[in-house]
């Protein structure tokens, strides 16, 4: 299936689009310009939150986190600023993706500017700001989403060329594993997980979201006229519409629609509405 454009192109490097009813739609970041997006009733508002916006997800209590250049903030307004709240990288590092587990709980993952390999880490802060370093040998530590009921983790480390899986076992992360093992070439990158269980993956480089259903078969693949696909979420009115950002990022001649978000709608049989994952 074709996705179709939704919004100008308008980031250099546009990463990790989440629906959320709390703040009026989509969100997405244009990481390297530090700036978060909203797209409400088909208009773009954007905010300068940092030197860096790797990611955003909703609080149960009101407002944001954001992932910024070094750790994390907070804003506890949907439009507020955020405020600092914890560093978790050092000189030479960013934060590069995140996500959220059903018990409230983000993953952080970073990696170096320079990626070099293995100098990032995927760690697990929770409501408290406690944190717990998950993986200490990642390169480009990239989406992380939960199966419906929870009993499995799915997550990226881009140059490995897959997509492995977790069990999650008294809500921690083990026994990891390849899920899929892609192509010489394939880039996985963010990823989000639908509610019967199948697995989005963003191709970056490939211009291509893959759809795999939970044992690892290809399901759907969704064709974007952008190279750089980064990161996918559901949403929509009912739920079953596929955003995707992409990005210009480092391209000498990007395609023009580069750094626009797209949209296609999500046709595999048997899907319930409601998404999970982000």
């Not at 088909?42 to 009101?62: K, S, W």
């Not at 010489?184 to 199948?198: F, I, K, M, Q, Y």
Request: hydrophobic letters at 40%; aromatic letters at 6%.
């Amino acid at each position: 299936m074709d996705a179709e454009q939704v919004t100008e192109a308008l980031t250099y490097h546009g990463e990790g689009p989440v629906w959320s009813p709390s703040w009026g739609g989509l969100r997405w970041v244009d990481m390297l310009a530090g700036d978060l997006l909203t797209l409400r009733d088909g208009q773009v508002e954007r905010l300068h939150v940092g030197d860096v916006a790797a990611f955003v997800r909703p609080r149960t209590g009101g407002g944001y986190v954001v992932g910024l250049e070094r750790g994390l903030g907070l804003a506890a307004d949907v439009d507020g600023v955020p405020e600092p709240f914890i560093e978790l990288v050092g000189e030479g590092v960013r934060m590069n993706e995140g996500g959220c587990d059903p018990w409230g709980n983000l993953y952080a993952g970073s990696m170096r500017y320079d990626t070099a390999p293995g100098g990032g880490r995927l760690v697990r802060v929770d409501p408290a700001g406690d944190v717990r370093v998950v993986l200490d040998d990642v390169t480009i530590s990239n989406g992380i989403a939960f199966s419906p009921d929870g009993a499995l983790a799915y997550y990226d480390d881009t140059p490995t060329r897959r997509t492995d899986v977790f069990d999650v076992v008294d809500r921690e992360l083990v026994r990891r594993r390849t899920f899929h093992a892609g192509a010489e070439g394939d880039r996985p990158d963010g990823l989000t997980v639908d509610s019967a269980g199948n697995v989005w993956v963003a191709l970056n480089g490939a211009g291509l979201v893959r759809c795999h259903a939970p044992g690892g078969g290809v399901l759907a693949e969704v064709r974007v006229p952008a190279r750089l696909t980064t990161a996918c979420t559901l949403g929509g009115p009912d739920l079953r519409d596929l955003f995707i950002t992409t990005s210009r990022e480092n391209l000498d001649d990007p395609e023009p629609e580069a750094g626009a978000v797209f949209r296609a709608r999500v046709e595999v049989p048997g899907l319930p509405v409601l998404p999970y994952g982000g």
